[in-house]
């Protein structure tokens, strides 16, 4: 991001010159008189790039003042240390406190906060890299504080800030539009079937074991991270799943010698791959492949499903993405570890399978195919939009950016 000239007026400086930073605390879970009040408490899982006016925990009185929690004016600028979610952000929209993995800016009076916003998240790769090396990432206040910000005058600032939420705002209009269709389909299954949870219109009962005919399981390797070249075979991340979208861009690059002797399972277009590991919240989740792919392969955590003809495949991708069926999923999940638990193919086949007439099933899955077509759509336009964004930081934090007078 750093460039070795800016524009006249431009100068670097580090984030320490620019900004008042803190952090915050944990006041003592044993004392549930800490808790319940009404001071807004941030934690890094809230951090979403967005405002926040409110929390889903608050303190009391006594329990910010007996704690390193500490109150932030409305406008500052919070940043996540560490965990999941490194490097996400959050504007305050109201004074609150935060955790301790919590970084939080206070603007002084030669910067304004949306530009730093920006820039912070125009800088995520570059201070999380800083903060490698030990256990786990870690932007440490002396890191943040350390990092070099280029600022121009504050209108400057402004005008920059300005250009870019209303490019950040299309980009959020399409993931707000995606969102829709997702919620779209999820209202056109229970009008056609009804609850799951309950069987509420007497569909046939199997089991998963009835209609699944085999379960493949991919081949687990190690891979370098990194863009993988036209001629080079990957094996995928379990990544590749969780969001229940494909990513054929979730993989490792595999080395030749490491895989010419396997017998390698490819995702193919109209696969349901699941997922039998990962955390307690992502175990099981599901997806369909978009398209062939020969060169990326299943890693041992990821299963081909093949299944029966009286089962549409979006009528079952559908059941195994339903909220209900992947809590009872992975209520049967095992492991010693909270960070990734394990699903048998035994628990797997029993769980429990309605099945409406096929007929029915394929008008919901012309539905679904009607839907998705419209969704693909929306989503190279979003990533068009997202590319078209990062550009626009590039130039908005080098001194490129041209403004309409």
């Not at 990092?147 to 870019?164: E, G, N």
């Amino acid at each position: 991001m750093r460039s070795s000239s800016l524009p006249i007026g431009w100068h670097w400086v580090t984030l320490g010159a620019v900004a008042k930073w803190g952090s915050g605390g944990t006041p003592s879970r044993s004392k549930e008189e800490y808790y319940g009040g009404d001071i807004p408490w941030i934690k890094t899982g809230e951090l979403n790039d967005s405002i926040i006016f409110d929390t889903e925990e608050k303190l009391s009185a006594i329990g910010l003042k007996n704690s390193s929690a500490k109150m932030f004016p409305a406008d500052s600028i919070a940043i996540a240390m560490y965990g999941a979610t490194i490097g996400k952000l959050g504007i305050l929209g109201v004074e609150a406190s935060c955790n301790q993995a919590c970084a939080v800016a206070i603007p002084l009076e030669n910067l304004y906060n949306m530009y730093l916003f920006y820039y912070l998240k125009a800088s995520k790769e570059g201070l999380v890299k800083r903060g490698q090396g030990g256990a786990q990432p870690n932007i440490s206040q002396e890191i943040i504080k350390s990092f070099p910000i280029p600022v121009p005058p504050i209108d400057i600032q402004k005008r920059i800030a300005s250009a870019l939420a209303e490019a950040d705002a299309l980009i959020q209009k399409r993931k707000e539009a995606i969102a829709k269709l997702d919620g779209l389909v999820e209202s056109i299954f229970y009008e056609m079937f009804g609850d799951y949870r309950f069987n509420n219109k007497s569909w046939s009962v199997c089991e998963l074991k009835d209609v699944i005919t085999d379960i493949t399981a991919g081949w687990s390797v190690g891979g370098e991270e990194r863009k993988k070249l036209p001629e080079e075979k990957a094996v995928l991340k379990i990544s590749a799943v969780t969001s229940g979208i494909f990513n054929p861009s979730a993989y490792k690059v595999v080395k030749p010698e490491n895989y010419l002797l396997k017998t390698l399972v490819h995702p193919m277009k109209g696969d349901i791959l699941f997922s039998r590991a990962n955390t307690r919240e992502l175990v099981g989740a599901t997806c369909m492949v978009d398209d062939d792919y020969d060169d990326l392969f299943l890693p041992d955590k990821l299963w081909k499903l093949k299944f029966l003809e009286n089962c549409n495949p979006y009528y079952l991708l559908s059941v195994l993405q339903n909220k209900w069926f992947r809590e009872k999923l992975s209520s049967k999940a095992t492991g010693t570890s909270g960070s990734m638990l394990n699903i048998s193919k035994e628990k797997f086949l029993e769980m429990p399978l309605y099945l409406p007439p096929r007929e029915l099933q394929d008008q919901y899955g012309d539905i679904c195919f009607a839907i998705q077509n419209q969704k693909s759509l929306m989503e190279n336009q979003l990533a068009k939009l997202e590319e078209n964004f990062q550009s626009l930081l590039h130039q908005a934090f080098t001194g490129q950016l041209q403004f309409r007078e």
